[in-house]
């Protein structure tokens, strides 16, 4: 059998035996690890900045929810809205849910000025039920618009019981109750999901509660219409009009 003999180089080497004065023993080892640890960092850290440039809401919310954890006493920036909100006086229309209710300017959506924001961002129908009832509502009509935030972080029997408490809540004060469906995102899977939580909030949605459904409109296919969409969560200037449409015409009738 043949065997291959190395090629004798001394140029090769003589590097080698340079690099190897230059980086010997520890200070290698050292110098190799900073090497690792520092790449290793940059992948980390341009893959974060990559995914959360697309989803930012998303991310920081779960990083939220890691760090404090899902009770709401925990969630200082939760608790702080919350004691903000039972301080005000209730408008005649009263918008309460998550970001998609947060980021919203009602008052100018809806062309009136008797409209109370009382959204948080990052809230979970769970969270919902526990601040709706401390509010009073015996002068208002209530929008509700919860459920994005449930999934990954709630079952489906969890919501389903929150927002037949809130609707509930609600209608202990309440001149009358506006549920809106959750609104379609940019991921079609997810969606299905979203799907299902809207039609258990149609069926929760009963007696002096009506039941808005935007899915349609507001959707391309299975997914929300990209013009529409900011992150493919939350809305645009767009998308709001067309859900603010949807709610004045609702409160043509009740509000």
């Not at 919350?82 to 998550?98: E, M, N």
């Not at 919203?104 to 709706?132: C, K, T, Y």
């Not at 609707?167 to 809106?180: D, E």
């Not at 002096?208 to 900011?230: W, Y």
Request: hydrophobic share 40%; glycine share 8%; aromatic share 8%.
């Amino acid at each position: 059998m043949r065997t291959l003999s190395p090629i004798y180089n001394p140029h090769v080497l003589e590097y080698g035996l340079i690099i190897t004065r230059a980086f010997s023993g520890d200070e290698m080892l050292l110098r190799a690890s900073i090497a690792i640890i520092t790449f290793c960092a940059i992948l980390v850290g341009g893959v974060f900045i990559g995914q959360t440039r697309m989803r930012p809401y998303a991310y920081i919310a779960r990083l939220e929810q890691l760090v404090i954890g899902h009770n709401p006493s925990l969630n200082t920036s939760w608790e702080l809205l919350d004691t903000i909100y039972q301080s005000r006086p209730r408008q005649k229309i009263v918008v309460i849910g998550d970001s998609h209710v947060q980021f919203g300017d009602w008052p100018r959506l809806l062309g009136r000025p008797d409209v109370d924001n009382l959204g948080i961002g990052g809230e979970r129908s769970n969270q919902l039920q526990e601040r709706i009832k401390h509010y009073d509502f015996s002068c208002s009509t209530v929008v509700i618009l919860i459920g994005t935030n449930d999934i990954g972080n709630m079952t489906a029997a969890e919501s389903d019981a929150s927002i037949k408490n809130i609707i509930g809540y609600a209608k202990q004060s309440a001149k009358h109750v506006i549920v809106v469906a959750p609104p379609p995102t940019s991921n079609a899977s997810f969606n299905l999901k979203v799907a299902l939580l809207r039609d258990q909030d149609r069926a929760a949605c009963t007696g002096t509660c009506s039941f808005l459904d935007m899915t349609t409109v507001l959707s391309d296919g299975d997914v929300v219409r990209p013009d529409l969409s900011a992150d493919g969560v939350h809305f645009k200037e767009s998308g709001y009009e067309i859900i603010a449409k949807g709610v004045s015409d609702a409160l043509e009738i009740f509000g």
